[in-house]
């Protein structure tokens, strides 16, 4: 079960858009993680990954997407909801991709680098256009911000999900090229072992 932490209270507290955009930071800093992971840790963040964005694009879709669309009253703004909804769909689908396999799947990182890229663009979209239409409507957003919170952590708990901590903030990136040459390396290192393995596995089939 979900652990209960203090930043429970935080987040009640915050309005919709706050603590969507908390949500979006968190997933953010995990991709990074991932990226520079050992082969070992890459299962379990994938998979933290997959959970975070399951539980963030439901609360928006059971919340945040009806209530948008019932204050907006422009085509499109109303477009923004419904292109929001299509690309969760999109999204959904990769997810389902990546909980099929493991690391040593050699379309495995692959597959999770797309999914954040499509993050990534889905965020922007989110945060430049559908957040500033929705603060300017009607909306008690710090209502909606308690009921996507009382929301979020029911599923998370329904589905056995530890709580995120919140990521620290950003500081620009100082890392050296020895250290992004390294994970490069190791991330070259982890293709052609899968690679080798699979030119044995044929081998051993053939004799």
Do not use: W
């Not at 706050?18 to 299962?43: G, I, N, Y």
């Not at 530890?162 to 390294?182: G, N, V, Y």
Request: with cysteine; proline share 3%; glycine share 2%.
């Amino acid at each position: 079960m979900a652990r209960a932490t203090p930043s429970r209270a935080t987040d009640a507290a915050r309005d919709a858009i706050a603590l969507l955009k908390q949500d979006h930071r968190m997933v953010e800093a995990l991709f990074d993680e991932f990226e520079d992971a050992e082969e070992q840790e890459q299962s379990h963040l994938a998979e933290r990954i997959c959970n975070m964005l399951t539980v963030h694009a439901q609360i928006e879709e059971e919340i945040l997407y009806p209530a948008a669309k019932e204050v907006f009253e422009d085509e499109e703004e109303l477009d923004l909801v419904n292109e929001a909804n299509v690309e969760h769909q999109s999204a959904k689908d990769l997810i389902a991709k990546i909980e099929g396999m493991t690391p040593e799947d050699e379309i495995f990182e692959a597959t999770v680098k797309v999914l954040s890229e499509y993050i990534k663009h889905q965020v922007k979209e989110e945060e430049g256009e559908l957040f500033p239409a929705l603060k300017k409507t009607e909306l008690d957003l710090k209502a909606m911000g308690q009921q996507l919170a009382e929301r979020k952590f029911a599923l998370m708990e329904s589905m056995g999900i530890e709580e995120e901590e919140p990521p620290a903030p950003q500081r620009k990136k100082t890392a050296s090229r020895k250290t992004k040459a390294s994970a490069s390396k190791a991330r070259q290192a982890r293709a052609a072992s899968r690679s080798k393995s699979a030119k044995n596995s044929g081998r051993s089939a053939r004799h």
